[in-house]
Structures are given as structure tokens and as C-alpha cells.
């Protein structure tokens, strides 16, 4: 069964037990715009605990937003009761939401009238232009965007992001109120804009939308982002593969290795575009090859047109972890080292197998970490 086939499934079952249910969101658009959606969210009128009635396996995953998630043979589907949001009145979250109103007031919610679609029964519901505005390529708020970014300032980061993944260009008033809200970015949790930021990168369209946010001046809100930086990173001819490569070309132009410190991303994430940027400035070695991660590694090949995958240069290597050293702390315990020395010595004996001047086998890994011990204890 194909995700779609699934979801009708659970449609149809809503329907049997007298409630409405459409798929919505991002899913309607990717299937007006022929792509695959990640994943399909489906509205209902039903409410959560009769959701969670209809459906033995469901997780009541954003219970206060009024959303299940549904498991059909493990495949997860997000279903979230129709609902309204109150007033904003701190450009970031709603005061309330309420639930238990019609499909129409669910749409009016919703950012931009693409994402603002429902889908039933062969059936488009499109209350506010959206297949026009996906025909027109161009992207507009559901309602004023003055309105809509001063409720939710994310959705300005949110237009960027899918002028990106998509190629579309900005309406008119989404850009002007853009110009005059940017500043309201500020007041986001920096994680959220951090994750659009990174679909941006990600996105085929990314020097479109980059150029944009510098037009209308959005830079100046997002961290360590200056306009020189933003124009290196256009300019680049590198086209980042994952996350990884998309922060390691800001990493390398700000010639910071802390440069993602404020975005607030996941440590291993800042750790490896410093990591890359790195690679970007030194090139490869051995050693390089071994210590860096898979993802890091491909994101460095991909983007300097190496044809070679990661894999590859690393099952050229003699070994690939220090797992596989014929050598171990207890090894180096038995032959006598002790504290500090037993570190230094397994990172000696590591190296020159890696730079294949020593056999990975036992007894002449042991023979060389004997005369290693000796004269280091000497001096
Ligand atoms: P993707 O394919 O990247 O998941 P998406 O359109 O599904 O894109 P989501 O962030 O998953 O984006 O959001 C799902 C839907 O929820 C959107 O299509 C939109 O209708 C609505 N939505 C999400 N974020 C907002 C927001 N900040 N303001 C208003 N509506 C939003
Ligand atoms: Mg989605």
C-alpha cells in the first residue's frame, strides 16, 4: 500500500464513523505540483479521544493542538482535529487555539494559500486561490500578510524557505511586509528559524532565496549573518548535499568554527560543519578520511567533485576504527603503560598502521608499543 492509499484509509474510516477528514497541508500542494510528499497530515472534524477510539494504534503526539498520531502497519500519520487560533500576542504563539470548528476556519489559519489546500475524494477544497498562485509559481499569505507575519514571524522565514525548496518567487505584499516585519524574527525561538533556514539551504533554489532575504534586509536578523558573508556563500560554486555541507560554507567564509554556536543547532551538527569547513580549507588526508564522519565525508566529495563516495576512500583505509587495532588499552596495560601513556601510546600505534608502516597484527603492534613505552618512560 502506497502513504496515500493509507491515509484514504483512514479517511474512509473517519467517514464511516460520521466525521470529515481531508489530507492537508504541504502533502496537497507536493501532489498538485507532482512530488512526493514527506509526509501526508490529515484534519478532521472528529476530536482526539474519538480519533484515538477509531484507531487501536495512535499516539496522542500534540494532544493540546489537537493532534494524533495515527499508525496504520507503522506507518505514522499525523491527525489533527480542525482547529482556529486565537490571538497572537507575541508574533510567536497563539493565546489559544479552539478546536472543534469547521474545514474552512482550519485553512484560514494556515500561512500561505498553497500549504492552505484540502484533498478529498479525487476533490481539491481551494478556498483562497492556491492552485492559481501554484500555477503563478508565486507565494502569498492566506489574508494580509502584514496580519499574518505579525501573529507568526516564522512565516517570514517559512516564504524564504519555500521560494527555496520550490523556485517561486514572492508576491508583492508578502515581500514589502517581509521588509517591514524582518525585524519580528528576533522575538522566534532561534531553533525554529534555524530549522527553515536549514531547508532553505537545502532547497534547489537557495542562491534565489539568499539574494531575497539580502534584498529585503532579513539578514540583518538571523545571527552572525552579515551581507558580505551572505554574498561568499552566493557566489560559491559548491552546491551543499545535506545540512552539514549547506552551515560548513557560512562556517568557512566567517572563518569561525563557532560561527553556528547561536543558530542552536544540535552540537554534533556544529561540530561537523566545523569540521568540514575545515576539510574545505585543508583537503584530505589519512587521517582526515579516517577520523571524519561518513555524512561530513560525502558532503566534502559531493561538493568538491570527487566522484569517489565516502565508503570507498574508507574501506581503503587498513583499518576504519580503532576497534579493529590489533592493539587495546588492555594490551597496553599489560606491557606495563600506565595513565596518560596508555592514550598517547594507542594514538602511536594507530598512526602508523593507518600510514601503513606497521602490519595490524598483534605481535608486531606489541613489539613496537614496547620500544615506544621504554623511551617514552626514559624521557
Ligand atoms: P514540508 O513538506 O517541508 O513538511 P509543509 O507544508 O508540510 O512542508 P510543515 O511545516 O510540515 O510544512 O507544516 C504543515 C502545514 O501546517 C503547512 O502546510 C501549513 O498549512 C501549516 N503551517 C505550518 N507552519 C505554519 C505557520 N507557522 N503558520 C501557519 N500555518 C503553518
Ligand atoms: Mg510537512
Known amino acids: 500500500m502506497t502513504e496515500w492509499e493509507y491515509a484514504k484509509r483512514i479517511i474512509e474510516t473517519i467517514n464511516t464513523h460520521g466525521g470529515e477528514a481531508y489530507i492537508v497541508g504541504g502533502a496537497v500542494r507536493d501532489y498538485m505540483l507532482g512530488t512526493l510528499p514527506d509526509d501526508i497530515d490529515i484534519a478532521t472534524s472528529l476530536f482526539p479521544d474519538e480519533v484515538m477510539r477509531l484507531f487501536p494504534k495512535s499516539v496522542p503526539t500534540g494532544i493540546d493542538h489537537g493532534t494524533v498520531t495515527v499508525i496504520l502497519d507503522h506507518h505514522p500519520f499525523e491527525v489533527t482535529t480542525f482547529r482556529s487560533e486565537g490571538t497572537y500576542s507575541d508574533s510567536r504563539r497563539p493565546d489559544h487555539v479552539s478546536l472543534g470548528v469547521s474545514l474552512e476556519e482550519d485553512m484560514k489559519r494556515r500561512d500561505f494559500t498553497m500549504n492552505a489546500m484540502a484533498f478529498h475524494d479525487g476533490n481539491v477544497v481551494d478556498l483562497f486561490g492556491g492552485r492559481m498562485d501554484l500555477e503563478a509559481r508565486v507565494i502569498r499569505t492566506v489574508g494580509s500578510p502584514y496580519e499574518r507575519f505579525n501573529e507568526d514571524a516564522l512565516r517570514i522565514m517559512r516564504a524564504f524557505r519555500f521560494m527555496a525548496q520550490l523556485d517561486f518567487r514572492l508576491d508583492d505584499d508578502v515581500q514589502r511586509a ?33 539574494t531575497a532575504i539580502l534584498d529585503l534586509g532579513i539578514h540583518q536578523y538571523l545571527p552572525n549573518v552579515t551581507e558580505p558573508l551572505i554574498r561568499r556563500v552566493i557566489a560559491d560554486k559548491r552546491t551543499p548535499i545535506n545540512p552539514v555541507g549547506g552551515w560548513a560554507l557560512f562556517v568557512y567564509y566567517a572563518d569561525a568554527p563557532d560561527w553556528l554556536t547561536p543558530w542552536k543547532r544540535s552540537n554534533a551538527l556544529k561540530r561537523e560543519a566545523a569540521v568540514l569547513a575545515r576539510l574545505f580549507d585543508k583537503g584530505l588526508d589519512t587521517f582526515t578520511i579516517y577520523e571524519t564522519k561518513t555524512e561530513t565525508l560525502a558532503a566534502y566529495l559531493d561538493m568538491s567533485g570527487r566522484s569517489e563516495t565516502a565508503e570507498q576512500l574508507k574501506r581503503q583505509l587498513p583499518i576504519q576504527s580503532r576497534q579493529e587495532l590489533c592493539f587495546n588499552g588492555r594490551d597496553a596495560l599489560h606491557i606495563g603503560a600506565r595513565g596518560p601513556l596508555i592514550k598517547q601510546l594507542l594514538a602511536h600505534v594507530e598512526r602508523l598502521v593507518l600510514e601503513r608502516k606497521l602490519a595490524n597484527e598483534p605481535e608486531s603492534l606489541r613489539k613496537e608499543a614496547e620500544r615506544w613505552l621504554r623511551h617514552a618512560e626514559k624521557s
Open 178 to 210: 517581509s521588509e517591514a516585519l524582518g525585524h519580528k524574527l528576533q522575538d522566534i525561538a532561534m531553533e525554529r528559524v534555524a530549522i527553515e533556514f536549514e531547508k532553505l539551504l537545502m532547497g534547489p533554489a537557495y542562491r534565489k532565496a539568499l
